[in-house]
């Protein structure tokens, strides 16, 4: 049994929603772990009868969720155990997309877990061949990891655009392997 949670992950005090896709408001999606570490995470233990720690703890996302869910596995390597990255947008590194030059929260080489601290058991990343909305950024973000020695699986899907048959396939895949 899991409990799963589907948050929503825009974290603006002054806006209720995206309402372009500038800096201002990626910067609110960028947020978002402060908002899942220091409020959902700990309702969630309060309100259900979890077990808790990274053993028990697994974060994915699709898209801009997919983006995050990296971002928050990079950043605090110590909460997940596994995460699932569907269709990553663009903007976990350096990248320009037809939307806007994305700064990167993380450098290229910064996606790489240290040797002697805690990473992921299951890293999965996946995409489409065809993704007209985050083209191949998640196909980069593979390579960047590759080159990192960053171990994961990298996930294509054939003739998938941003949506499914990318989004069911990779969910499926990464939820079979939670929790062995």
């Given at each position: 049994k899991m409990i799963v949670v589907y948050p929503f992950m825009?974290?603006?005090k002054t806006q209720p929603q995206c309402t372009a896709i500038d800096e201002a408001n990626v910067a609110c999606y960028d947020n978002f772990i402060d908002e899942l570490t220091?409020?959902?995470?700990?309702?969630?233990?309060?309100?259900?009868?979890?077990?808790?720690g990274r053993e028990n703890t697994a974060i994915t996302g699709f898209s801009m969720g997919g983006r995050e869910a990296l971002a928050?596995?990079?950043?605090?390597?110590?909460?997940?155990?596994?995460?699932?990255?569907m269709c990553p947008a663009p903007g976990l590194t350096y990248g320009k997309d037809f939307a806007m030059e994305h700064k990167g929260q993380f450098k290229e080489?910064?996606?790489?877990?240290?040797?002697?601290?805690?990473?992921?058991e299951l890293l999965m990343l996946c995409?489409?061949?065809r993704d007209s909305v985050v083209g191949t950024f998640p196909l980069s973000y593979h390579g960047i990891m590759a080159n990192n020695k960053t171990?994961?699986?990298?996930?294509?899907?054939i003739g998938s655009d941003h949506?499914?048959?990318a989004?069911?396939?990779?969910?499926?895949?990464?939820?079979?392997?939670?929790?062995?």
């Open positions: 825009y974290t603006s220091t409020s959902i995470m700990p309702y969630i233990a309060e309100k259900y009868p979890v077990l808790e928050c596995a990079f950043a605090r390597p110590d909460l997940f155990k596994y995460v699932g990255s080489e910064e996606l790489v877990f240290a040797a002697d601290k805690a990473h992921p995409g489409g061949d171990e994961h699986i990298w996930w294509l899907v949506g499914d048959p989004i069911s396939s990779g969910i499926y895949n990464f939820a079979v392997r939670l929790f062995k």
